[in-house]
């Protein structure tokens, strides 16, 4: 099979171990494309997947639930939208930390709790 990449190089490419990609793999994830005498062989969707998980992991989402998403098939449409309700949810919340600290180091206060931004963002003495 032409074009393909060995495990150790989709995994330093994804910037992942490759004991990474082999679970993956194991849970059906990551699919193989072939298996040659010097051990299993992928190709570029390989890499796309490793980065859509990475990205669903880092914002909180469980491999059943990324590869519920990434099968395409059952509810995996109920499952996102439920997913995007949380994302922004948490959005939210970080836009409202990141904000009490702008105010609260535009405010000079001596120390972040004893700042009155996190009573009136606008009031800083």
Request: with cysteine; net charge negative; charged share 30%.
């Amino acid at each position: 099979m032409t074009d393909t990449l060995s495990i150790g190089e989709v995994a330093r490419r994804a910037g992942v171990a490759t004991s990474t990609v082999r679970y993956y793999d194991r849970l059906g994830l990551v699919p193989v494309v072939d298996r040659d005498g010097t051990g299993r062989r992928y190709d570029d969707s390989a890499l796309r997947r490793l980065t859509v998980i990475r990205s669903f992991q880092h914002a909180g989402f469980s491999l059943d639930e990324i590869k519920e998403l990434l099968d395409g098939a059952g509810r995996w449409q109920h499952l996102a939208r439920e997913k995007r309700e949380q994302l922004s949810a948490r959005i939210q919340e970080l836009v409202t930390a990141q904000e009490l600290i702008d105010a609260a180091l535009a405010c000079g206060c001596e120390d972040l709790e004893g700042c009155p931004a996190h009573e009136e963002r606008s009031s800083c003495p």
